[in-house]
C-alpha cells in the first residue's frame, strides 16, 4: 500500500522504498510548504501530480543527471550562443519562466503538471533564496529559460522552454557555465529524455545518485538570489 504522509511532521520514507517500476512512486500527501520541498530534495524525492490527484512524491531508478562540465555543445549551438543575438540572465524573472513552463504547449503533452499551487511553492521557494531561473531574452521577449532548486551544491531541474530554437539548450549551457564556477558537481534531470541524453546528461543508479547527495547536497549551500557571473562558452565540451 502507498503511504500517506500528513501534514506534519515532515518525514518521508527512505527513496529505496519507492516502488520498483522506472518511476519510483514512493508516497502520497503531506504539502507543498518549503519544509516539506526543502526536505525531499536532498532525499532525492520529489512532487508530481495531475489535476485532481493528491500530492504524490516520487523517486525514480534510473535517475538521469548531468555533470556541468560536460554539457555537449554542438557546433550549431554554439554558433547560437555567440552570434544569435540573444542575452541571458538568472534570476531576472522567476514568475515569467514557471509560468511559461506551465503555460506553453509540448508535443504529445495534454495541459500540465505545473498547478497553480506548484507554481507558488517554487515562487515562495525563490523568494527565500533556494530555487533559480536562467532566462533566455531576444531583445526584450522572454523566449526560453528554465528553473530548478538548489540543495547545497546540487542543484535539481524541474523544467525549462522554449519560444524560438534551441532558447532551453541555450539556458541549460548558461546554467552549467554557472555551477560549475560555483562549485556544483551534479544536476539532477529527474528522469530521461532524449533531449536530455544529446546535452550529455546520463542515466546512474539511485543508489548512486543518493550517494552523490548524502556528500553534496547537505550543509551549506548558495542560498540568495543569484546573478550571471560566466561567459556561455568560456570552456568545456564543444564539438565545434
Not at 95 to 121: K, N
Not at 184 to 204: K, N, R, V, W
Not at 213 to 225: F, M, N, P, V
Request: charged content about 20%; proline content about 8%.
Amino acid at each position: 500500500m502507498l503511504p500517506w504522509l500528513p501534514p506534519a511532521p515532515v518525514r518521508f520514507p527512505h527513496a529505496s522504498e519507492a516502488l520498483s517500476d522506472p518511476d519510483g512512486l514512493l508516497c502520497a500527501g503531506g504539502d507543498l510548504s518549503p519544509e516539506w520541498l526543502l526536505a525531499a530534495y536532498p532525499r532525492g524525492i520529489f512532487p508530481w501530480f495531475s489535476p485532481g490527484d493528491p500530492i504524490l512524491w516520487w523517486s525514480p531508478d534510473p535517475r538521469m543527471v548531468l555533470r556541468p562540465e560536460e554539457v555537449r555543445v554542438r557546433r550549431s549551438l554554439a554558433k547560437r550562443l555567440r552570434n544569435g543575438g540573444f542575452h541571458f540572465s538568472i534570476d531576472r524573472d522567476f514568475t515569467g519562466v514557471i509560468d511559461a513552463c506551465a503555460s506553453i504547449s509540448r508535443e504529445g503533452q495534454a495541459g500540465t503538471w505545473i498547478l497553480p499551487e506548484m507554481q507558488q511553492a517554487y515562487i515562495a521557494l525563490h523568494a527565500m533564496g533556494h530555487a533559480h531561473s536562467v532566462e533566455v531574452w531576444q531583445g526584450d521577449s522572454l523566449v526560453g529559460g528554465l528553473y530548478g532548486v538548489a540543495c547545497g551544491r546540487v542543484f535539481f531541474g524541474e523544467s525549462m522552454f522554449s519560444r524560438t530554437t534551441d532558447a532551453s539548450k541555450m539556458a541549460l549551457v548558461v546554467l552549467c557555465r554557472e555551477l560549475e564556477a560555483r562549485g556544483f558537481p551534479l544536476i539532477d534531470c529527474q528522469m530521461h529524455t532524449p533531449h536530455l541524453e544529446s546535452l550529455g546528461a546520463c542515466s546512474i543508479a539511485r543508489s548512486e545518485f543518493i550517494s552523490y547527495l548524502d556528500q553534496y547536497a547537505t550543509g551549506e549551500g548558495h542560498e540568495g538570489k543569484w546573478s550571471l557571473t560566466t561567459e556561455p562558452l568560456k570552456h568545456g565540451n564543444q564539438d565545434l
